[in-house]
C-alpha cells in the first residue's frame, strides 16, 4: 500500500526490460505511489522484451525510442505530454551498456568504437535527453531528473572497465546541465550511486558476483539492492526533495565511504599464513 507520494505526477522511464531491472522496479513503486507514466526502451526490447507486460501492470504507455536518437526523444516527451496530459514531473534513465565489456575488451586494450557507443548509450543520451526536454519545455517547475550511476565513477573498480568513464561523464552532464535548467526552470537533476547489482546490463561485468559480495562485506548496512533503489527514486521523485540538485548521492549501504572493515580485514589476514604474520596480526 503506498502513501501517494507521487500522486498527481507524470512521469517518464527509460530503462526497464525485465523484473531485474532497476527501473521495472521503479516503475512498480512508482505506479503504486500513484504516479502516471510513460515507458520508453528500445524498438527491440520493446518487440522482444518483458516490457510489455509492465506496461499493462501500470497502466503505462510504451513508447519505442533509441535514447541516442534526438528525433526519438523529442517523439517520446510530445507523446508523454499527450498521453498524461501535461507537462512532466519526472524523468527516470536507467541506460548503460558496453561493448567493450560484451566482448572481454579489457581497459588497456579498448576498441574505441565501442568506447564511443558506450560513452553515447550510457551518458551522451542523459545529456540528449535532457536536452529535449529543455528545448520542448516539458518539464514542470520543481520536476526532476534522474540517472543511475555507480561508485566507480570515482573509484577504480576492477573489470568496470569503459562504463566508468561513462559513468563520471554521466555525473558531470548532471552537474553542468542541473545549473542551467534548476536557474531557468526550477528543474533539479540528480545522480543515484547504487551498490552492484544484478541486472541485465549488469551481470556482463566481469567478476560481478565476486564484487557484489566483496561490496556487501565491505557495507556496514549491506549492499542495496533494486528495490532500495526504487524507493530513494520516488524519494527524489518527490516534492520531499525539491532543494536537492547537482547531486550524486550514494545508495550503497556505506560503501563509498569504507576503507577497511573489520571483515575485510580479517578474510585478508586469512589468506596469509600463520607464520606471515605478527602476533598482532599484522603482515611480517
Not at 208 to 235: E, Q
Not at 241 to 247: A, G, L, N
Request: glycine residues 8%.
Amino acid at each position: 500500500m503506498g502513501c501517494n507520494l507521487l500522486k498527481g505526477k507524470r512521469g517518464i522511464i527509460f530503462g526497464a526490460l525485465n523484473d531485474m531491472s532497476i527501473a521495472w522496479k521503479v516503475a512498480e513503486l512508482a505506479h503504486e505511489e500513484g504516479a502516471i507514466f510513460t515507458l520508453s526502451n528500445t524498438h527491440i526490447a520493446c518487440r522482444m522484451g518483458n516490457v510489455v507486460e509492465l506496461a499493462k501492470k501500470t497502466g503505462s504507455e510504451l513508447i519505442p525510442a533509441d535514447a541516442t536518437n534526438v528525433e526519438d526523444l523529442e517523439n517520446v516527451f510530445k507523446t508523454s505530454m499527450e498521453v498524461l496530459g501535461g507537462k512532466i514531473d519526472f524523468v527516470l534513465h536507467s541506460i548503460g551498456m558496453s561493448l567493450n565489456v560484451r566482448k572481454k575488451r579489457v581497459y588497456n586494450d579498448l576498441d574505441y568504437n565501442f568506447l564511443s557507443k558506450t560513452l553515447d548509450i550510457s551518458a551522451i543520451s542523459f545529456h540528449k535527453m535532457i536536452q529535449t526536454a529543455y528545448k520542448l519545455d516539458a518539464i514542470n517547475e520543481w520536476g526532476s531528473i534522474v540517472a543511475l550511476s555507480y561508485v566507480a565513477a570515482q573509484r577504480t573498480l576492477y573489470g568496470y572497465n569503459d562504463m566508468a568513464d561513462a559513468k563520471a561523464l554521466l555525473e558531470s552532464i548532471a552537474r553542468s546541465f542541473g545549473y542551467i535548467y534548476g536557474r531557468e526552470k526550477k528543474v533539479r537533476i540528480n545522480t543515484i550511486s547504487q551498490s552492484p547489482t544484478i541486472t541485465t546490463a549488469g551481470s556482463g561485468v566481469k567478476g560481478i558476483n565476486s564484487l557484489i559480495d566483496f561490496s556487501d562485506r565491505m557495507s556496514p548496512l549491506g549492499n542495496a539492492d533494486a528495490l532500495d533503489c526504487a524507493k530513494y527514486c520516488v524519494t527524489m521523485f518527490s516534492d520531499y526533495t525539491r532543494k536537492v540538485t547537482m547531486q550524486n548521492l550514494f545508495n550503497d549501504g556505506g560503501f563509498s565511504s569504507m576503507g577497511m572493515s573489520l571483515r575485510a580485514m580479517d578474510q585478508y589476514n586469512k589468506s596469509f599464513d600463520p607464520e606471515e604474520l605478527a602476533e598482532d596480526g599484522s603482515e611480517i
